[in-house]
Nanobody
């Protein structure tokens, strides 16, 4: 069964850090673009970032540029989203997804181009 599982969410103070993990089951993440999305209460789902396959191209939403980074551990079949300098507005459920597209800083990240989604992990930034 193909599955993506997110983990690493939690409660953190403003300015703090969290590292989210997206682990694949039945799907090799190093062969696919992996995207991260988030949805805050009462808001639409928004794209956060994506990580390409070979070459590791990335794209980040303007709201997280300079604060969030991406990495892969192919041995663990896992993609990480490192989130630093967290803000109150970063509070949301974070989802990872497998893309049927490519990732590049010049190309918008569109949820419709992602066809396998995890269930999400809650990130709460609060003082």
């Amino acid at each position: 069964q193909l599955q993506l599982v997110e983990s690493g969410g939690g409660l953190v103070q403003p300015g703090g850090s969290l590292r989210l993990s997206c682990t694949g089951s039945g799907v090799l993440l190093d062969r696919h673009v992996v995207g991260w999305f988030r949805q805050a209460p009462g808001k639409e789902r928004e794209a956060v970032s994506c990580l390409g396959t070979s070459g590791g191209r990335t794209n980040f939403a303007d709201s997280v540029k300079g604060r969030f980074t991406l990495s892969r551990d192919n041995a663990k079949n896992t993609v990480y989203l490192q989130m630093d300098m967290l803000k109150l507005d970063d509070t949301a459920i974070y989802y990872c997804a497998r893309g049927s597209t490519f990732c590049d800083a010049s190309v918008p990240i569109r949820p419709v181009q992602y066809n396998l989604w995890g269930r999400g992990t809650q990130v709460t930034v609060s003082s």
